[in-house]
């Protein structure tokens, strides 16, 4: 898959609100990760929206207004997408850190998986939000292209989902 499409189909994912479509996507990794125009550190996600928009204006024609309404979408929602990530980074970090040999371990997986549960809801409620508002922007011509798109999108996640399971 080329950079641009993986670009293009990340942002797709980030807006179908599907926290796994999310999973392992390499399209949108500047995106609230706190990475600069490079993919590096910092705290720039001007230069990874311009790009994202820049995809979805080159397959929905966006007007100019509709390219300014999806960037403050984007930016609105940029923060709290990343606290998601950052949450999952820690709840994955304090999985590992737990002692399978101790009794409060079966307690504690628990706790981590209700947490878990929580915040996969929390995360597809924000999706689902960021996708309403970005298909509010959008013409019907530009929502069904969209959908064609993540749907393409879709089935080729699936399709090396089902290689990986294979081990090809």
Request: net charge negative; with cysteine; aromatic share 4%.
């Amino acid at each position: 898959m080329t950079k641009r499409n993986r670009i293009i189909a990340g942002v797709l994912a980030l807006l179908a609100g599907s926290g796994l479509a999310l999973a392992g996507s390499s399209g949108c990794e500047g995106f609230g990760r706190g990475h600069d125009s490079y993919g590096h550190g910092g705290r720039h996600h001007g230069p990874m929206l311009e790009r994202m928009i820049g995809k979805l204006d080159h397959h929905l024609d966006l007007s100019d207004q509709q390219q300014q309404s999806l960037q403050q979408i984007l930016e609105q929602n940029s923060e709290n997408i990343s606290n998601h990530r950052q949450q999952r980074r820690a709840l994955r970090q304090q999985g590992l850190l737990l002692d399978p040999t101790s009794d409060t371990y079966g307690p504690q997986t628990e706790e981590l998986a209700n947490k878990v549960a929580e915040m996969a809801y929390d995360q597809a409620i924000t999706m689902a939000t960021v996708y309403k508002q970005v298909s509010e922007i959008l013409t019907a011509e530009q929502r069904e292209e969209m959908r064609e798109l993540m749907e393409n999108r879709l089935e080729k996640m699936g399709k090396r989902i089902k290689q990986w399971e294979q081990g090809s």
